[in-house]
């Protein structure tokens, strides 16, 4: 059957499938809920909703024997480094050049699991990022790899460019040895984090993390993380992009059929001009869309008053007008670091008399005393 079902797997585009028992990680509950008392979540309150069932794979499903946990190897053509000299450019994360992995891999799962239901007899259940369930846990105890220090799964062949999905199974299989610890002496991750977000090595504060701020945190960006966060519009891969581990792993073609190349590179000043509509037009089916027209805007923002070209102040400008609060304060924060004082003045004159949200007007405050 394990074959059988492994054979499955690498036919729909899996490149690892490992089993665990749902009681291998003994230390998950204490671990999250430091992890969660150290406010580490942020705003993420659906991570502390439901603990118990995610720390704990029978609390979620009392049913389940076995964990079947599968890797889909995502890794870029291209180091996602380079990108973060070019200024005028938005970074978006590789995961998120492409079709939403939610999509992709539930419907793969899906697919898996209902093979190994219709073979086995046995009921399944399949997760992905949706349920609360803790995936990179899983699949080290399943043995697909460990946790690096950048707490991201690992794999000895393909690198900490993976998405991870979860089938549990009342099934009996056999659980594999799980994965070994192989960073042995290295801190690549933890020292080029632009904006420190690990507290410790294997620990990070998703509060200090780029990939927090700019697709989970949905206020205005606190500003003393607004510089670190260069020009990226979406996510952060930095400390995957550093990993030595990666350098085992190869473009699967299905990952280089599925990303867009629109997405690869592009242009501040046309992603700043996005209204509602072409916004969701642009990122239709991608994870960019759910983020929303008005906090990706708020990055772009970021990264224009980030990128030290004046010439670019002027799409900056076009925005101190905007519908939407979160964007007018961001393109205040901007064209006070693109802009001289005068002209700053003068813009202030023209928008804030009528300005009413505290936030926005808090920032025409900063932008003019510094
Ligand atoms: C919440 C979340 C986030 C948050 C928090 C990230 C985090 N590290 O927890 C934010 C928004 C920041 C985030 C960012 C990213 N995410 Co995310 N995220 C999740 C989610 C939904 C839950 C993760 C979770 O449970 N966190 C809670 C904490 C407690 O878990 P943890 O870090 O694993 O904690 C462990 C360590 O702290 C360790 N530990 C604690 N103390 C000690 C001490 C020692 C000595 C040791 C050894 C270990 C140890 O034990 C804990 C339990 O194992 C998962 C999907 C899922 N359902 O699992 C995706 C997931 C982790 N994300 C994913 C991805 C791709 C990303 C990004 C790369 C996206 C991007 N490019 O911007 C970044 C990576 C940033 C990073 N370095 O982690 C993938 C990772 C795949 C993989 N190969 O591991 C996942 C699995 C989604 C998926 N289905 O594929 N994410
Ligand atoms: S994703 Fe970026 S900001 Fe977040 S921990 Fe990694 S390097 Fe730091
Ligand atoms: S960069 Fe080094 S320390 Fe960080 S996860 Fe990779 S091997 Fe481990």
């Given amino acids: 059957m394990r074959r059988l079902v492994e054979a499955r797997a690498r036919h729909l585009g899996f490149c ?8 291998r990680v003994p230390e998950l509950p204490g671990r999250l809920s430091a992890w969660l008392a150290a406010g580490a979540h942020g705003t993420m309150d659906w991570m502390a909703e439901r603990a118990d069932q995610r720390a704990s794979p029978a609390g979620l499903w009392p049913g389940v024997r076995s964990v079947l946990v599968l890797a889909m190897s995502y890794r870029p053509e ?7 000299d ?3 450019r938005g970074a978006i994360a590789a995961y998120a050049r492409r079709r939403d992995y939610h999509d992709v891999l539930k419907g793969k799962l899906k697919e898996l699991g209902g093979y190994l239901s219709a073979k086995g007899g046995q009921p399944v259940k399949v997760f ?3 349920a609360p369930v803790m995936e990179k846990a899983l699949a080290e105890a399943a043995g697909l790899g460990w946790q690096g220090k950048h707490t991201v799964l690992i794999s000895r062949t393909h690198g900490n460019w993976l998405l991870l999905g979860a089938i549990y199974t009342s099934a009996d299989f056999e659980p594999d040895a799980p994965g070994r610890d192989r960073c042995g002496s290295c801190r690549a991750c933890l020292d080029i984090c632009p904006t420190d977000a690990f507290p410790a090595p294997y620990r990070l504060d998703a509060r200090r993390c780029i990939s927090y701020l700019t697709i989970e945190h949905p206020g205005p960006i606190p500003e003393e993380f607004r510089a670190a966060i260069g020009n990226r519009v979406f996510g952060c891969d930095d400390c995957l992009a550093v990993c030595p581990w990666n350098k085992f792993a190869r473009t699967a073609a299905e990952a280089r059929l599925a990303a867009r190349d629109d997405l690869a590179a592009p242009r501040l000043a046309e992603l700043a001009a996005l209204d509602d509509a072409a916004f969701r037009t642009l990122f239709a089916g991608t994870p960019v869309k759910r983020t929303g027209r008005d906090r ?3 990055n772009v923002l970021i990264a224009l008053g980030n990128s030290g070209d004046p010439g670019l102040a002027g799409t900056a400008v ?14 205040v924060w901007a064209c006070g670091r693109l802009l001289g004082a005068e002209v700053l003045r003068g813009l202030h004159a023209r928008h804030a008399a009528g300005e009413a949200d505290p936030h926005v007007r808090a920032e025409w405050d ?3 005393a510094a």
């Fill in 318 to 331: 076009d925005r101190l007008a905007d519908a939407s609060p979160l964007v007018r304060g961001m393109a």
């Fill in 86 to 88: 070019r200024r005028d």
């Fill in 366 to 368: 900063r932008a003019l």
């Fill in 16 to 23: 690892g499938m490992r089993i665990t028992r749902p009681d």
């Fill in 128 to 130: 992905c990022d949706t």
């Fill in 296 to 298: 990706f805007l708020r």
């Fill in 78 to 84: 291209e180091d996602p480094l380079t990108l973060l």
